[in-house]
């Protein structure tokens, strides 16, 4: 078995416990004769599937009851419209951070649904770099205030959250379940799950239970919230293989030890690899070191001819997916919770040793 070292952005790299496992029991799940993908989403075993999964999203986040946390489908794209059309509506108005490429597409859905009052607008910035959290003041009326907690291409995070009356709404896909987190200060927060979570076509979202009670009823019963809380994401067929995959994944994260645990380690690997910049002259970090992200490391080399050179040398040595995006170029590793700490060693060693031969 040829594992590499997978730094891909989304679809994102998973614990190899969790793939042996999906493995053994894709035939038979338990005994039953069937996969789980192949099994009724209302039997006993993927309702125990379900269950364990919404289970362990609340005891790792240790959710308060108020909040329901859905199974819902379209990837955190679905989400931007979404919220604007639940929480808000025609002719009311709901505060952005404009802190990148996630947010403004976050902003392109709202602008169709309300008015949105961007209050906060670091996209382009370089160094990369988001607002101070306590300068974010919310609009008086405003429905929420919207925040991308990790820009994913940019490499920022928000290391702590604005304080604002109206409820805070955060795309956490990048970051979600990367660090302890204090949900009673989100109304709403939700993630596509193939960065942190599991495979692509799940999204999570964690939903304080009267905010979807704003909605209008001429919004489409399968768009409500509402209609989701009230079934247990069970409304039509969830995707029930992913579902369980997150559940899986979730399982892992207990036995790591939970999310201080996780985010300890989170951490160190981040370090690793930000040592090697700040301590070079060769590499040069693209985000402010006050907001850069542990979840996304991005970073330039002298010329593009050296970047598309380490980014074949390193696949050469197994170190795939290192290619930044499209709309930014550079370098990009992207080591979430499941990123081993030896592959970000392994990233490191190669850095100082390029370094050497090109710098
Ligand atoms: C990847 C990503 C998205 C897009 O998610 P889809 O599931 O592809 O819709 C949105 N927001 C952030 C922060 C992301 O990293």
């Given at each position: 078995m040829a594992r590499v070292y997978n730094f891909n952005p989304g679809p994102a790299t998973l614990p190899v416990e969790v793939l042996r496992q999906v493995q053994e029991e894709l035939l038979d799940y338990h005994g039953s004769g069937m996969s789980i993908m192949e099994s009724s989403h209302r039997g006993p075993e993927y309702n125990a599937v379900h269950e364990e999964a919404v289970a362990n999203i609340r005891k790792l986040l240790n959710i308060p009851e108020e909040y329901a946390v859905l199974f819902m489908t379209g990837g955190a794209s679905v989400q931007f419209a979404l919220v604007p059309m639940n929480?808000?509506?025609?002719?009311a108005a709901a505060d952005y951070v404009n802190s990148g490429y996630w947010a403004e597409k976050a902003i392109k859905e709202a602008r169709l649904q309300c008015t949105v009052n961007v209050i906060a607008d670091t996209a382009g910035s370089s160094p990369a770099r988001l607002p101070d959290p306590e300068s974010i003041q919310g609009t008086p009326g405003a429905a929420y205030l919207h925040i991308t907690s990790n820009e994913t291409i940019a490499g920022t995070q928000w290391k702590a959250f604005p304080r604002v009356e109206t409820p805070l709404v955060a795309d956490m896909s990048s970051d979600i379940l990367s660090r302890p987190l204090d949900v009673s200060r989100f109304g709403i927060i939700y993630a596509g799950a193939q960065k942190n979570l599991g495979p692509a076509g799940v999204t999570v979202v964690i939903i304080?239970?009267?905010?979807?009670?704003?909605?209008?009823?001429?919004?489409?019963i399968i768009f409500r919230y509402r209609t989701h809380i009230e079934k247990n994401s069970l409304y039509n067929t969830p995707p029930c293989f992913n579902i369980y995959v997150v559940m899986l994944v979730t399982r892992w994260l207990l036995s790591q030890g939970g999310l201080g645990a996780i985010a300890q380690r989170n951490e160190r690997k981040a370090r690793l690899l930000y040592e090697v910049i700040d301590g070079s002259e060769f590499y040069r970090g693209t985000a402010d070191p006050a907001y850069r992200s542990v979840m996304n490391v991005t970073f330039r080399l002298p010329s593009e001819e050296l970047e598309k050179l380490f980014v074949r040398e390193a696949a050469e040595q197994?170190?795939?997916?290192?290619?930044?995006?499209r709309s930014v170029g550079g370098i990009r590793a992207s080591i979430y919770n499941a990123f081993p700490i030896e592959g970000v060693e392994t990233l490191a060693a190669f850095m100082r040793e390029f370094e050497s031969r090109h710098g």
């Open positions: 929480l808000a509506g025609k002719g304080r239970k009267d905010l979807a009670e704003r909605v209008s009823e001429d919004v489409p197994g170190m795939k997916g290192l290619k930044g995006h």
